[in-house]
């Protein structure tokens, strides 16, 4: 597949997962259960507060609406699947994998997913708090028209990411690898630490004037007058 370059800069544009979900079965069960197999369900105003789905499996999936307040969700695997006005802060998806997947006008907040992959993930719109991404896996991920407070992408592997018309505030890049990361259409774009590693970015003119306290800090210069 050629890929495109963004704006004629060189960088490589994201792939974004194509979903043509089939006809779903409306789930009925009572909750989540470990290592469960998820597979062609659609989930509706579900409350999965608390419960213990790790390592379960979603595939062909459909969840909307649904409360993941302290939802246990480590090493879950979530693939071709959409996830539509999920709400809950503190969810667990350490180690998870989310592949082909479109998550859409969320609000959560300390979302869990240090140490995760995710391959071909669209998230649009909503509003995500505290979302910890360390040491994650992010290639061909898109943030279009969403706001991000203070993501922690803390030795994180970005490749072929894209900023699209959305807020990134204090956001903290420490100790991560840039490949073909697209700020450009992070407004405001604000880096709390790790503007050093920006090396593998693109950004605009006027997102460089916004920077330009923080790289002078970084470099040790003072600057009066």
Known sequence: MVRRAVGGTGVQGARRPEL????????????????????GLEFREADFAGQDGGGARFMDCALTGCALDEARLSRARVLDSVLAGVRGVGTDLAEA?????????????????????????????????????????????????????????????????????????????????????????AVPLGIARGVDR?????????????????LAGELGIRVEG
Do not use: M
């Not at 979900?21 to 597979?39: A, N």
């Not at 991404?133 to 803390?154: I, M």
């Not at 970015?201 to 920077?211: E, K, P, S, T, Y």
């Open 97 to 185: 994998t989310l592949r082909d997947v479109e998550l859409t006008d969320a609000r959560l907040g300390g979302t869990r997913l240090h140490g995760a992959v995710l391959e071909r993930v669209l998230v649009r719109g909503g509003k995500i708090d505290f979302l910890n991404l360390r040491s994650a896996r992010l290639k061909d991920v898109v943030f279009e028209g969403c706001v991000l407070v203070e993501p922690d992408f803390g030795g994180a592997r970005l490749e072929r990411v894209e900023f699209v018309d959305c807020a990134l505030k204090d956001a903290d890049f420490s100790g991560a690898t840039l490949k073909d990361v697209d700020l450009r259409g």
């Open 20 to 39: 043509r979900l089939p006809v779903l079965e409306r789930w009925e069960g009572g909750g989540l259960e470990p290592d469960g197999d998820y597979d």
């Open 198 to 214: 920006l090396s593998g970015a693109v950004i605009g003119a006027g997102q460089l004037l916004d920077l330009a306290p923080v």
